[in-house]
């Protein structure tokens, strides 16, 4: 079975120097690691990067400095879910990929209905905590529960 991981939304303007405090120490160098497994084991990496919507119009951050670009599959969502975005299932089809697994943060927002919406899609779906970063830790437990009975296998 073909997998992907997509890096979600590790962006300056979520995990960035001034944010990173709401996210455990070492995050960044965990996703490192798995990016470094994918590249070993030739797996698809995709980034997923958020387009903000403000008053003053679009903003696309960069990704957060330190995290390792293995690939060149960079997309943009504006909405929570990655799959907002068309051209992920499209890339992940043409790959053959029926597994992803999802990294980045936060596993209360973007990854969990990313992560729902791949089980609605047909995907098999996994998750690691230690390489998704949340904000409120005691809503994550109530989180991995609800995305367990979906069908994710958290690891």
Do not use: W
Request: proline share 3%; net charge neutral; with cysteine.
């Amino acid at each position: 079975m073909a997998t992907a991981v997509l890096v979600i939304d590790l962006q300056e303007n979520t995990i960035g120097d001034k944010l990173s405090k709401r996210y455990r120490p070492g995050l960044i160098d965990d996703i490192n690691a798995r990016l470094a497994i994918s590249v070993q084991a030739d797996e698809l990496v995709v980034y997923i990067k958020n387009l903000k919507s403000l008053r003053s119009g679009k903003v696309l951050s960069p990704l957060v400095e330190g995290l390792d670009v293995v690939s060149d599959h960079i997309l943009t969502k504006d909405r929570t879910s990655a799959f907002a975005n068309p051209e992920l299932l499209t890339l992940l089809k043409n790959h053959g990929v029926e597994h992803v697994e999802l990294v980045g943060v936060d596993g209360n927002q973007c990854i969990a209905i990313t992560a729902v919406n791949a089980i609605n899609l047909g995907l098999a779906v996994t998750l690691s905590p230690l390489l998704v970063g949340v904000a409120n830790a005691e809503r994550f437990e109530q989180t991995k529960a609800r995305l367990q009975k979906a069908g994710v296998l958290v690891i």
